[in-house]
Nanobody
Framework: QVQLVESGGDLVQAGGSLRLSCAAS????????MNWFRQAPGKQRELVAS???????NYAKSVEGRFHISRDTGMNTVSLQMKSLTPEDTGVYYC?????????WGQGTQVTVSS
């Protein structure tokens, strides 16, 4: 059973920056893709950023240019560096790993951006 643990969520002011981390219990290169999702109050969960096993990244249009996803394969972590945060970025951020027939999820970390 794979465990994913997110950390780094906090209360920040608009325009600020925050770095989230996802620590995996197993080698993250076992997964074809790792993702960050978020869910804002009253909204559906949405894909924010992804990184595949080869290091290719993708971003939602709403965060492109402001967020950066990266990984440390030695530490089995995936990070999300966020800048120029707005209140619309508020939500619970979840780490996701795409396995063979099974997706794994962390419990989420709360990000709140105040105006």
């Amino acid at each position: 059973q794979v465990q994913l643990v997110e950390s780094g969520g906090d209360l920040v002011q608009a325009g600020g920056s925050l770095r989230l981390s996802c620590a995996a219990s197993e080698n993250i290169l076992k997964f074809n893709v790792m993702n960050w999702f978020r869910q804002a109050p009253g909204k559906q969960r949405e894909l924010v950023a992804s990184i595949n096993v080869g290091g290719l990244t993708n971003y939602a249009k709403s965060v492109e240019g402001r967020f950066h996803i990266s990984r440390d394969t030695g530490m089995n972590t995936v990070s999300l560096q966020m800048k120029s945060l707005t209140p619309e970025d508020t939500g619970v951020y979840y780490c996701n790993a795409e396995g063979l027939g099974t997706d794994y999820w962390g419990q989420g970390t709360q990000v709140t951006v105040s105006s």
